[in-house]
Nanobody, 126 residues
């Protein structure tokens, strides 16, 4: 079992920046990737970004490319999401997710992630 705790969400103005953190604990020895998803009111939970744990390869949804950066600190079992140039449409609850699936030549999908955090609210005002 892996436990994930997110932090960093808050209200921010459009154009601003925010950095989310997610610390993993428990049975983390099987980590192969960690990622971020988000869910806006009335919508499904969508993939935002992921990072492979050992190679550091990153994956992003098109709408955040060039604005968001995912990174990880293996020693701290922590993943970060740096969000710049925030837009009102980025408003959502952001969830951290953990995967024991290793991918080399294909993108991560939601089904690869089996542990989830409780979510942190990000609100971007216009």
């Amino acid at each position: 079992q892996v436990q994930l705790v997110e932090s960093g969400g808050r209200l921010v103005q459009a154009g601003g920046s925010l950095k989310l953190s997610c610390a993993a604990s428990g049975r983390t020895f099987g980590t192969r990737a960690m990622g971020w998803f988000r869910q806006a009111p009335g919508k499904e939970r969508d993939f935002v970004a992921a990072v492979s744990w050992f190679g550091g390869k990153t994956y992003y949804v098109d709408s955040v490319k060039g604005r968001f950066t995912i990174s990880r600190d293996n020693a701290k079992n922590t993943v970060y999401l740096q969000m710049n140039s925030l837009k009102p449409e980025d408003t959502a609850v952001y969830y951290c997710a953990h995967s024991t699936v290793g991918r080399v030549n294909s993108d991560y999908v939601a089904g690869d992630f089996t542990s989830w955090g409780q979510g942190t609210q990000v609100t971007v005002s216009s």
